[in-house]
């Protein structure tokens, strides 16, 4: 069973930057395509950015070209990168595969006020 672990959220100024980390225990991380999903408050968690096996990326159209997703295989990781940050993004992101077949982490918080 695949374990995810957020990390990398916080307080920061609209414009800022966060990368964000997930890390999964489990050797059989490298099968999974793997997104990041958020969920603000009052609203339904959504995919905002994809990654499959071979790295192929896919974004959701609120965050192209302002975040990037990347993994890393080897290591279990996968990352987001955030730049030009919303406040509109804030909301609690999480990391699973896109099918949603894996045991949700705690999520980061990610708060975006001046």
């Known amino acids: 069973q695949v374990q995810l672990v957020e990390s990398g959220g916080g307080l920061v100024q609209p414009g800022g930057s966060l990368r964000l980390s997930c890390a999964a225990s489990?050797?059989?991380?490298?099968?999974?395509?793997m997104g990041w999903y958020r969920q603000a408050p009052g609203k339904q968690r959504e995919l905002v950015a994809r990654?499959?096996?071979?790295?192929?990326?896919n974004y959701g159209d609120s965050v192209k070209g302002r975040f990037t997703i990347s993994r890393d295989n080897a290591k279990n990781m996968l990352y987001l990168q955030m730049n030009s940050l919303k406040p509109e993004d804030t909301a609690v992101y999480y990391c699973n595969d896109v099918g949603m077949r894996l045991k949700w982490g705690p999520g980061t918080q990610v708060t975006v006020s001046s």
């Open positions: 489990g050797s059989i991380f490298w099968v999974y395509d």
């Open positions: 990654i499959t096996v071979g790295g192929a990326t």
